[in-house]
């Protein structure tokens, strides 16, 4: 049942980066499932390394990075004789980065769409030139029908006027429309997977509101699954209905989206929940003096990871002699909710 | 329950009857679009177009909009970073007394600078690479003659103390500290001639949440020590709504409603300002019920719509909002409005019963 609904598994993936500095640990073994037709929300801090975990999983992770390690599962639906329900197991990890097998997943089986709509899209070539050009080359088809399939696709993403939009370029359009173009680009093929990495986080509040409603409106219709990375955790409680929290490298806490904001367990998870203000309780009680709760510290030098648990310098629950010494491993807190904290550790000892 | 709310922190945020510290009148900047060789001139851009309000002594003013609004011109015209193209800004400055700060000539605006201070969005942008912690932070009084010498490097310990940096940091370089400390020191460089009025335009977006509440802490924290006034740019509505006394609400150059924080957020009484609260991601995963979604683009401040400049995108729009600008009208005690339909329509805000 569960082999069903995997689509795809990340086991212990470490991506380094080899720098004159020293060796930047971005993935630390990090592991994750995505479920077919879900929405997966990762949620950290900038250099948590939840950007590196999904270019790693399309293998195009920048140099002088490098996947050192791990399994990225990836359960490849086929349809042999037009009997459905078969699944290829590849393994992404494996696959040479410039090879045929991964061109065929990236864009076709595996789509994303980035922060920056603009520097997504190549600013001298049409906005239908850059859609039918994966129609294209993995469908096959013929260049009139790819131009039939890109206005198709722009109507589908809310789009007005598709027909007249596909001859502009990028920069005749806004912010939130080339956001739009980028979603019809990814989702040209559909899909399985839609990787979209802070896809509003360069849009106002009311294009961003749009946005949303649009990916889950695709994600409806579609049916594919959604690796949603974002730092704010609004985005989060509206998009997904898994999340894991990644810190320095690793993932410290995974489960549903309602339990991560009504009983989350991790003191980063529980520290990131109180360090945004709560407009609820600003407007009904208004105090001037109210303070938020922060973490205290920042997060460390990446190039020197503190031994132990990497949140033990800043954790106001942490155990002298054992956070600092050893490192904690991942622990099923209660049914579908991991954890990576020595604070419960013994639940799973007992 | 609300209401109530909303009466106390009014009384609250307007308690202080004496003259405002700054009294923004009929502020215009608009910025000539210059086309061909001759760079002649074919239209105005209306970034700032006629914004009145005021802020009082030791309070914060949120000024909230999307993108090309024109709240961060209003800052820097107050400033007087750049020239207004009409208006007037009026200042309580300590020594020059009440002064209208868009038509003071150079050397005044640099007296009045030592208590107008600006912290900026980018942490890495604003630092000058090539200066140590104390050449910054001590730049202001350097230039504004205050202090010298020993004095300087005294002054700047205190002020790097004061926000949570150590003073032995002072002659590092700003590439040496992350973005978060970087805006610390930012706000030690615009503390450090001990101003009134500080104008903050985005200080925590570019910012990680957890070290963005490090820094909301801090403003708070200083603006208790020290006295001071803000007006806070910033286009996140949960920050603004978390620092803010009042807030205005800004849409292609004009302010279309202003009013203390409590009924900007609970009882909005334009249909912008409901969709921008409708579009807030609240951190809270219970599903949402009816949440008015904008159509269209922000209107072109070159070629603004007739009449209300909002109502291609306004749901309630009739007849009158295509033809007539709606002006800036008290609705209710100290909540002003500019739309036509203020008095009758009842929107909905972003409270939601708590989890």
């Keep these: 049942m569960t082999e069903m609904d995997t689509l795809v598994e990340i086991k212990d993936l470490r991506t380094y980066f080899y720098l004159t500095e020293g060796v930047v640990h971005a993935v630390e073994g990090v592991d994750l499932t995505i479920r077919r037709g879900r929405t997966l929300g990762v949620v950290g801090e900038s250099g948590c390394g939840k950007s590196i975990t ?28 037009g009997s459905a329900g078969m699944i290829d197991v590849i393994d992404i990890a494996a696959l040479d980065p410039k090879g ?29 030139q850059q859609i039918t050009e994966s129609i294209i080359l993995h469908q096959g088809v013929s260049k009139r029908e790819a131009r039939e399939q890109a206005i198709d696709m722009l109507a589908r993403v809310k789009m007005s006027r598709p027909e007249r939009v596909i001859d502009d370029y990028p920069f005749q359009l806004s912010g939130g429309m080339r956001q739009r173009a980028v979603i019809a680009m990814a989702l ?54 898994d999340v894991v929290v990644m810190y320095m490298g690793k993932v410290v806490e995974e489960t549903d989206v309602k339990t991560i904001f009504l009983n989350p367990l991790h003191p980063y998870t529980r520290g990131l929940l109180s360090s945004i203000p709560q407009l609820n309780e600003t407007i009904t009680q208004p105090n001037r003096s109210r303070r938020l709760q922060a973490i205290k510290g920042m997060v460390p030098d990446p190039y020197s990871r503190p031994k132990g648990c990497p949140f033990a310098p800043r954790c106001p629950h942490v155990i002298p002699d054992l956070c600092d010494q050893v490192e904690p491993l991942n622990v099923q807190a209660e049914p579908g909710h991991f954890v990576r904290c020595h604070l419960y550790s013994d639940i799973t000892s007992s | 329950m609300p209401d109530q709310a909303s009466q106390t922190h009014t009384s609250a945020a307007v308690s202080s009857s004496t003259e405002p510290l700054l009294e923004v009148n009929a502020l215009k900047k608009h910025f000539p679009i210059q086309r061909g060789f001759l760079k002649r001139v074919v239209g105005q851009v209306k970034a700032v177009d006629d914004v009145s309000f005021n802020v009082n002594q030791g309070e914060t003013v949120g000024l909230v909009g999307e993108s090309g609004c024109g709240k961060t011109t209003t800052g820097r015209c107050i400033m007087r970073a750049i020239d207004p193209s009409s208006g007037e800004v009026w200042y309580q400055d300590p020594t020059l007394g009440r002064v209208d700060i868009a038509k003071l000539d150079n050397k005044e605006i640099r007296l009045v600078r030592r208590s107008i201070r600006m912290i900026f969005q980018d942490p890495y942008a604003s630092l000058n690479p090539r200066m140590t912690l104390q050449e910054i932070v001590g730049a202001p009084l350097r230039a504004m003659g205050l202090i010298r010498g020993r004095e300087i490097e005294d002054r700047v310990a205190e002020m790097l103390t004061l926000v949570g940096l150590r003073p032995e940091y002072m002659r590092r370089y700003p590439h040496a500290f992350s973005g978060g400390q970087r805006q610390r020191i930012g706000l030690a460089r615009a503390l450090a001639p001990s101003p009134k009025f500080v104008v903050c335009d985005e200080p925590v977006s570019a910012l990680d949440v957890s070290v963005q509440a490090q820094i909301l802490n801090l403003l708070k924290e200083m603006q208790e020590k020290m006295g001071l006034t803000y007006l806070f740019v910033a286009h996140d509505l949960s920050v603004v709504a978390h620092i803010s006394d009042r807030v205005a609400v800004m849409y292609v150059g004009k302010i279309v409603e202003l ?36 159509t269209g683009e922000v209107a072109n401040p070159a070629n603004p719509p007739s009449g209300c400049y909002f109502h291609p995108r306004c749901k309630y729009a009739k007849e ?36």
């Excluded at chain 1, 195009?60 to 996947?67: D, F, N």
């Design chain 2, 320 to 355: 009158i909002c295509t033809t007539t600008a709606p002006v800036l009208e008290e609705v209710a005690p100290a909540h002003y409005v500019r739309c036509h339909r203020a008095k009758e329509l009842t929107l909905t805000g972003a409270i939601r019963p708590s989890l």
């Design chain 1, 188 to 241: 040209s093929c559909r899909p399985s997977l839609l990787i979209a990495d802070e896809p509003t986080t360069a849009l106002d509040v009311t294009t961003e509101a749009q946005i949303l409603d649009l990916m889950r409106s695709l994600q409806n219709d579609f049916g594919m699954a959604i690796l949603y990375i974002t730092h704010n955790l609004g985005v989060v409680a509206e998009m997904a209905q």
């Design chain 2, 259 to 294: 009013a203390s924080t409590a009924a900007i957020f609970s009882t909005p009484k334009h249909p912008y300002t409901e969709a921008l609260m409708s579009a807030i991601p609240l951190p809270d995963p219970r599903p949402r019920d009816k949440r008015v979604l904008l």
């Design chain 1, 54 to 81: 999904s270019l790693s999983l399309l293998q195009l992770v920048p140099a002088p990075g490098k996947i050192e390690g791990g399994q990225m599962l990836f359960y490849k639906p086929v349809e042999r004789n």
């Design chain 1, 100 to 128: 045929r097998e991964i061109r065929d997943i990236r864009g076709n089986h595996i789509s994303m769409v980035f922060q920056e709509p603009m520097t997504a899209m190549i600013p001298v070539r049409t906005i239908g």
